[in-house]
């Protein structure tokens, strides 16, 4: 997710600041989980390139420029398909996988603009289609109509030690495993990674925090979860970060030369390699 100016660039599915039910399943449930994929389903993102996340090496592959997009791109999502949506302030786009291209969905209502954060959540059942959402910084959860464009509170993620929580880069939610975002307590600038209640939209953010604060982009494969984080226009770089689901502490795992924007990752995502 990429953050606006004036409000506050591998899973929901962010960006530069200044700039369930069946859902939520435990950790390690192997309930309705896939087999594994041979290949990594996890995408990052900057402004207006695509990438893969190896899940060997952890290095960035670039698939391609999106090109057809009408600004920078803000996050993306990707269903259990494969199907990859992404978002700009005023427009809805389906991504190619295979090149990177954008094709216009449609226009977004007043009620789904300016959102930065976007991922897909598992359906009810495996027959079920997933569910795109989107939380703000204002702690808020909506459901977006791909076909109307527009936007449906689901709920709040609450209150924390007396503080809001509120969304501070991404989201994402993966068959088997459940549903987690990047969350801000209070006034707070250090992102936690949070658990979410996909009956109440309540965040319980984990005890110890990740020790960053642009965490623009989440991801998911093998167990292990991994943060996109965007160093600054002045480094023009971001790194890769593993959180850990238990504790939220995070270990920084490399450094590239993307500014990451934001990620996604598949809804089916193997929870065991």
């Not at 190896?54 to 997009?69: N, Q, R």
């Not at 920078?72 to 700009?88: C, E, M, N, W």
Request: glycine share 12%.
């Amino acid at each position: 997710m990429r953050i606006l100016l004036g409000s506050l660039a591998f899973l929901a599915a962010c960006g530069p600041a200044g700039r369930e039910n069946d859902t939520v399943d435990a950790p390690g449930s192997q309930v309705d989980s896939p087999a594994t994929p041979a290949v990594s389903r996890v995408y990052g993102h900057s402004g207006d390139r695509l990438y893969r996340l190896d899940p060997t090496t952890l290095a960035p592959t670039e698939i391609g420029a999106m090109a057809g997009l009408d600004t920078g791109l803000l996050d993306l999502a990707v269903d259990k398909d494969d199907r990859l949506v992404g978002i700009t302030r005023l427009k809805l786009y389906s991504i190619s996988a295979t090149t990177g291209a954008a094709t216009l969905i449609r226009d977004l209502s007043a009620s789904a603009q300016n959102f930065t954060s976007l991922s897909y959540v598992p359906g009810a059942t495996m027959n079920d289609p997933d569910i795109l959402i989107s939380a703000n910084d204002q702690g808020n959860v909506y459901k977006i109509d791909e076909t109307t464009g527009s936007a449906t509170l689901l709920g709040n993620y609450g209150m924390h030690n007396s503080m809001q929580v509120v969304s501070s880069g991404d989201i994402f939610g993966v068959r088997g495993f459940g549903v987690f975002a990047t969350v801000n307590v209070g006034s707070g600038m250090t992102d936690y990674l949070a658990r979410i209640d996909t009956t109440t939209w309540k965040a319980t953010p984990l005890a110890t925090a990740t020790g960053y604060d642009k965490i623009f982009g989440l991801g998911f494969w093998g167990g292990k979860i991994y943060g996109f984080v965007d160093d600054g226009f002045d480094a023009d770089t971001g790194k890769l970060i593993e959180i850990n689901s238990t504790s939220g502490a995070a270990t920084m795992l490399n450094t590239s030369g993307v500014r990451w924007f934001g990620a996604g990752v598949t809804t089916s995502a193997p929870i065991l390699l």
